[in-house]
């Protein structure tokens, strides 16, 4: 299982940005998704996760009508469209696979990618 994370960056408060993440090794379109992220010094954070079929999808109180999670099954390519960015958004933003076909909450993912820079400035 491989799962790379692009997309970050240095932006300004209110922003938008989209990350991406390339999966490859196993049946991308059969497996929840879920993002999650680590800001400096604090703990890792549940933003985002989808089911395999996209139908599902579910947010973290912090994001949720801001942030929208999506997937290409077709390209096996996560998305996290992120809106109105702060500075509180600041983190490392990973991408992790759930070992079911439904979405998973943060201690479930099975595989974490590296992880990719998110940084708001005011």
């Known amino acids: 299982v491989q799962l790379v994370e692009s997309g970050g960056g240095l932006v300004q408060s209110g922003d938008s940005r989209k990350l991406s993440c390339a999966a490859s090794g196993f049946t991308f379109g059969s497996y929840g998704m879920t993002w999650v992220r680590q800001a400096p010094g604090k703990e890792l954070e549940w933003v985002a996760t989808?089911?395999?079929?996209?139908?599902?999808?579910n947010y973290g109180a912090g994001v949720n009508g801001r942030f929208t999670i999506s997937r290409d099954n077709a390209k096996n390519t996560l998305y996290l469209q992120m809106s109105a960015l702060k500075p509180e958004d600041t983190a490392i933003y990973y991408c992790?696979?759930?070992?079911?076909?439904?979405?998973?909450?943060?201690?479930?993912?099975?595989?974490r990618g590296p992880g990719t820079q998110v940084t708001v400035s005011s």
């Open positions: 992790t696979k759930c070992p079911r076909h439904f979405g998973c909450r943060l201690a479930e993912y099975d595989y």
């Open positions: 989808i089911g395999n079929d996209a139908v599902i999808t």
